[in-house]
């Protein structure tokens, strides 16, 4: 079985400083991991995927993750927040089915994002 | 703007009303997803079509009842909700078969009266 860790619930940073989200994962077999973003009364935009490519992802708005399967991490990192980024942020490990395919989510983490 | 396209917006309704929640993608996905989502929480899977069938139902009480008419569309028929169904409800849809990560839309935010 999967499960995600996303070990805190919020972070608050000041604008212009770096941001780091911490996850950690459990599978039984070689991930897919992704990052997703929601904005209030959105849904889930996707910030960038691991599939077994380069370990260091870069995503979209200067984010981006290192994959290290030795600690069964995944944490998000963007060198200089904005206001905009404030926003829930959910850690996902994927699982392929003959059906699709199905996500396990971690708690999600809520930034706040102070000027 | 999302890919994926989901009416309406918002709906409020009474537990007695019936009503229907559309989705919509034009990616030539062949696997589309309910999911639900209460405040401050993960989305939960409730159902997956994959190629048009309904390939899973996560034990979804029967007050729910998707449909797949064709492989852009997805609909969520209500019926008799109870007021712990309110929430969002979130459509997604992905390349079947594959580890490609899923296209959310917007959602329908569902209070129920």
């Known amino acids: 079985a999967q499960s995600v860790t996303q070990l805190d619930s919020h972070v608050s940073v000041s604008e212009g400083t770096p941001v780091l989200l911490r996850c950690n994962y459990s599978s039984s077999y070689s991930p897919s991991l992704f990052w997703y973003v929601q904005h209030p009364n959105k849904g889930l935009q996707l910030l960038l995927k691991y599939t077994s490519a380069a370990t260091l992802v870069k995503g979209i708005n200067g984010f981006e993750a290192e994959f290290k399967k030795s600690e069964t991490s995944f944490h998000l990192t963007k060198p200089s927040a904005h206001m905009s980024d404030a926003a829930e942020y959910f850690c996902v490990v994927s699982e392929v089915w003959a059906a699709g395919n199905k996500l396990t989510f971690g708690g999600g983490t809520r930034v706040l994002v102070k000027p | 703007d999302t890919e994926v396209t989901q009416t309406p917006k918002h709906l409020v309704m009474g537990m007695t009303n019936k009503k229907s929640l559309k989705c919509e993608q034009h990616m030539g996905h062949r696997a589309m997803y309910w999911y639900k989502q209460k405040a401050k929480k993960p989305p939960e899977l409730m159902f997956v079509y994959s190629y048009e069938k309904l390939s899973i139902n996560e034990s979804v009480p029967s007050r729910f009842s998707p449909e797949c008419p064709n492989s852009s569309l997805l609909n969520l028929h209500l019926h008799a909700l109870q007021p712990e169904d309110s929430a969002l409800y979130l459509c997604?849809?992905?390349?079947?078969?594959?580890?490609?990560?899923?296209?959310f839309g917007d959602g329908t935010r569902l209070s129920i009266l």
């Open positions: 997604a849809s992905s390349q079947a078969q594959s580890n490609q990560p899923q296209h």
